[in-house]
């Protein structure tokens, strides 16, 4: 039985993608839930909010242990296959595969065995290459006896990114109210299709595989729409408009379906919203600093007065945003931490 694994996707950058997953995998797991993060966006922005740099410097400087997901596929850049990983424990139930700047490498090769794979007569080979990321991370959540593996990725429709949707059960779209983010819906829709497909055809093209190869479900889940605090009335029309189109933009281009402006549903109550959360700029240092999830800062942290309240706030948000997540991907929480 593998493990279902959710990612946080969308090729338009600056939505708030990594502060989701950190915030999100940080809240099911205080829900009970057992997640392994696995950070696949070359940038590793989503290790550095979980570990110091300290903690960075030990592990992508130690040659001599495979700490990083890099370090665990670079077998597969030579003739052998990947490594099991030596996860980072956040807590009792959080565990980290860390990201590494050196996972770029990959791109190429992951890149060429995509076209290569249908005309290849040995497929074990390029499957493995193709489904590195899915197989190693299944491998350690069942080590860590994870409930949950939940995906960071970078903001592009590259070839890492292609693999770690193969590895996707589901996918939410984070997304902000602007321009940008409805274009990325344009893009993004199409090619996950297009990666689904792709990946049916190359499955299917080997009738005898000789280990487990994911579904590459790609199923999207729904998007998580990121507020701003703007006052003034024209920043409030600005950002209305793009807002107010995300629900038709998100059946078209990410669902495929046809619309009827009649019977479209605003934002606020499109059943795919997920949520529409505040960016909690004002908690976002002292979160840092304390090296810890907005929603779990305290009095000693500096949360005091307004930013005391805010932190309750945020705790109940991300709450209900993760017990919506948790009924759509069928995952079940523990009745005791609820």
């Not at 400087?61 to 990983?85: C, N, R, Y």
């Amino acid at each position: 039985m593998t493990i279902p694994v959710l990612t946080f996707f969308n090729n338009k950058g600056g939505v708030g993608k990594t502060s989701l997953v950190y915030h999100l995998s940080s809240m099911f797991a205080a829900l009970g839930v057992r997640v392994l993060a696995v950070d696949l966006d070359p940038q590793a922005n989503l290790t550095a909010a979980f570990l110091d740099e300290d903690q960075l410097e030990e592990i992508w400087e130690d040659e001599t242990t495979t700490s990083t997901i890099f370090d665990s596929i670079k077998p597969l850049l030579d003739v052998g296959d990947f490594a099991p990983v030596d996860y980072q424990i956040i807590n009792s139930r959080l565990a980290l595969i860390p990201g590494d700047l050196a996972l770029s490498s990959f791109e190429d090769q992951l890149s060429g065995t995509w076209t290569d794979v249908l005309s290849e007569t040995n497929k074990a080979r390029p499957f493995r290459i193709l489904t590195a990321f899915w197989r190693s991370a299944q491998e350690a959540a069942t080590r860590f006896g994870a409930d949950l593996v939940v995906i960071d990725v970078g903001p592009n429709l590259g070839a890492i990114n292609r693999a770690a949707l193969l590895s996707s059960n589901h996918v939410i779209v984070p997304l902000g109210a602007d321009l940008f983010s409805l274009q990325g819906l344009r893009n993004l829709g199409p090619t996950l299709r297009n990666w689904r497909e792709g990946w049916e055809k190359r499955r299917s093209s080997w009738t005898q595989p000789t280990f487990d190869l994911p579904d590459g479900d790609m199923t999207p889940v729904g998007y998580i729409a990121m507020r701003r605090g703007v006052r003034l009335t024209r920043p409030v029309k600005a950002y209305t408009r793009w807002l107010d189109q995300i629900p038709k933009e998100f059946r078209q281009s990410v669902l495929d379906q046809k619309v009827d402006p009649k019977t479209l549903p605003s934002i606020g109550t499109d059943p795919y919203c997920l949520a529409m959360l505040k960016n909690y700029n004002s908690l976002m240092p002292l979160a840092q600093e304390a090296r810890k999830p907005i929603f779990f800062l305290r009095a000693a942290d500096g949360a005091i007065g307004s930013h005391a309240n805010a932190v309750q706030k945020a705790y109940s948000d991300f709450k209900t945003v993760a017990l919506e997540i948790a009924q759509r991907i069928d995952l079940t929480l523990p009745e005791s931490f609820l």
